[in-house]
């Protein structure tokens, strides 16, 4: 009897061993077969993030989102001739081979800072609920000092004037070191499916008065048309037009 109930024990104790070891071996199984499925999640994870960054100017994107939730937060600017300010701060990936501020991302700059211009006074909202448009037509940009990498400096966007079909916006900016303005851009915003003055007294919920146009405007404004009958002349539309 003795002995029976040792050979039992011994069975359950054998057994109970073999079915601890076949589950741990079990286990071990499926977790490998989870980190297997892990691994390939995340290289088509990568793969596919490497591939939109290839094809696709994401930064961009993420730098007009982070702008919009900036600007949504803050207090609107009722005066719509007002200028504003945003800061900005010269990184790696705005250099060029000289070591300075590349001159192309001075114009990528101007684009978030009017972006920010227009969510806090209202223009863009207002444009978007009367199903207009504000597309660049034309830009120019002087370059006077260069901006160093690490050098702070501020983008100061302000409406100038505008007509009947486009806003016309200067940029400046000015380094925080001294306050110099590195350069200045003028940027005419045509208004597509509407018109500035429409814009405007939705906004304001009256008419505003365009204030007179600085002479350097002025001679801007007669470039643009020169320029531009100069292009219709050359590819005959001026002749078809008539």
């Given at each position: 009897?003795?002995?029976?109930?040792?050979?039992?024990?011994?069975?359950?104790?054998?057994?109970?061993?073999?079915?601890?070891?076949?589950?741990?071996?079990?286990?071990?199984?499926?977790?490998?077969?989870?980190?297997?499925?892990?691994?390939?999640?995340?290289?088509?994870?990568?793969?596919?993030?490497?591939?939109?960054?290839?094809?696709?100017?994401?930064?961009?994107?993420?730098r007009g989102a982070?702008?919009?939730?900036?600007?949504?937060?803050?207090?609107?600017?009722?005066?719509?001739?007002?200028?504003?300010?945003?800061?900005?701060?010269?990184?790696?990936?705005?250099?060029?081979?000289?070591?300075?501020?590349?001159?192309?991302?001075?114009?990528?700059?101007?684009?978030?800072?009017?972006?920010?211009?227009?969510?806090?006074?209202?223009?863009?909202?207002?444009?978007?609920?009367?199903?207009?448009?504000?597309?660049?037509?034309?830009?120019?940009?002087?370059?006077?000092?260069?901006?160093?990498?690490?050098?702070?400096?501020?983008?100061?966007?302000?409406?100038?004037?505008w007509d009947e079909?486009?806003?016309?916006?200067?940029?400046?900016?000015?380094?925080?070191?001294?306050?110099?303005?590195?350069?200045?851009?003028?940027?005419?915003?045509?208004?597509?499916?509407?018109?500035?003055?429409?814009?405007?007294?939705?906004?304001?919920?009256?008419?505003?008065?365009?204030?007179?146009?600085?002479?350097?405007?002025?001679?801007?404004?007669?470039?643009?048309?020169?320029?531009?009958?100069?292009?219709?002349?050359?590819?005959?539309?001026?002749?078809?037009?008539?």
């Open positions: 009897m003795n002995l029976l109930i040792l050979h039992t024990t011994t069975t359950c104790h054998f057994t109970l061993q073999f079915e601890t070891k076949y589950v741990r071996i079990g286990l071990s199984q499926n977790t490998c077969s989870y980190l297997d499925c892990s691994r390939e999640m995340l290289l088509l994870v990568l793969g596919a993030l490497l591939l939109l960054f290839c094809t696709l100017d994401v930064w961009y994107f993420l982070y702008v919009f939730a900036q600007a949504w937060f803050q207090p609107r600017v009722r005066d719509m001739l007002a200028e504003q300010s945003i800061d900005g701060t010269v990184l790696p990936h705005d250099l060029d081979y000289m070591g300075h501020m590349n001159n192309s991302r001075y114009l990528r700059e101007c684009d978030f800072a009017r972006f920010h211009h227009y969510m806090r006074n209202g223009l863009f909202m207002a444009s978007w609920k009367l199903g207009a448009r504000l597309v660049v037509g034309a830009s120019t940009i002087r370059y006077r000092r260069s901006l160093a990498f690490r050098e702070a400096f501020e983008i100061r966007t302000k409406i100038v004037g079909k486009a806003f016309y916006i200067e940029q400046r900016f000015v380094s925080k070191k001294d306050g110099f303005v590195s350069a200045v851009m003028l940027c005419r915003q045509n208004v597509v499916h509407c018109s500035p003055e429409s814009i405007l007294e939705f906004v304001c919920k009256r008419k505003i008065d365009c204030p007179d146009f600085p002479e350097d405007l002025k001679h801007w404004i007669s470039f643009i048309s020169a320029s531009s009958q100069a292009l219709r002349a050359e590819s005959g539309l001026e002749e078809k037009n008539k």
